[in-house]
């Protein structure tokens, strides 16, 4: 199954059904009273980073199962995915003070870089997800982080107070569904725009590296 729209399929469908969830917030805010709602409220906010960072993760993680089914090698790959495909290797080989374990991690490189290269679907979002993040896997995704710029303020804060409320701090509460709709939208607009990003770099076949040479 190498169609790449069977990933923009189950990115689509990822979106669905989390918004779908969140929709039904407004609905049991209704059922509560003052008290009641400002402790839902309050909880709302760490589920809403919950989807966001899910929502990131489960899109690039379909979006190497895509390319390691291509099985690419080394030469077909451009040098942003081939980087992040040896990242630790390269991390390993960076920090190894030992002179043995440093050749040992270079002629890993080197005797794999001719043969299939396959990306660890294992994504580090640091559980910390804001905006400094999202460009460093931007980055590392040959994804145009450009787009995001816009949602900086409001994304910092999100993970700002998401991180308040899961310490168990008490600086923040909401007093009606308003505050917490404005993130809901922040977050269908942001997981949008990560589809549209995708999207792009399959249809340009921008992970290439002919496709970045044009």
Not at 187 to 200: K, V
Request: with cysteine; hydrophobic share 35%; net charge negative.
């Amino acid at each position: 199954m190498n169609n790449f729209n069977s990933v923009l399929d189950e990115i689509s469908e990822e979106i669905d059904w989390r918004k779908s969830e969140l929709s039904k917030l407004k609905e049991i805010s209704t059922h509560l009273n003052q008290d009641e709602l400002k402790i839902f409220l309050k909880g709302c906010l760490p589920l809403i980073y919950a989807h966001w960072e899910g929502y990131v993760i489960q899109s690039l993680k379909n979006l190497f199962q895509y390319l390691n089914r291509l099985e690419l090698t080394s030469e077909k790959f451009c040098d942003v995915y081939l980087t992040t495909a040896y990242e630790q290797t390269l991390k390993n080989l960076d920090e190894s003070k030992s002179f043995e374990k440093r050749k040992k991690h270079l002629l890993n490189i080197y005797n794999n870089l001719t043969k299939k290269v396959s990306l660890d679907t294992k994504i580090d979002t640091k559980a910390n997800l804001k905006f400094e993040v999202l460009k460093d896997i931007c980055i590392k995704t040959n994804l145009n982080f450009n787009k995001f710029i816009e949602y900086k303020e409001d994304l910092n804060k999100l993970v700002h107070i998401r991180n308040s409320i899961s310490h168990g701090e008490n600086a923040y509460t909401f007093e009606n569904f308003n505050d917490i709709q404005k993130y809901i939208d922040l977050l269908e607009n942001l997981m949008l725009d990560f589809y549209s990003e995708i999207e792009d770099l399959l249809k340009e076949k921008k992970y290439l590296k002919e496709a970045n040479e044009n």
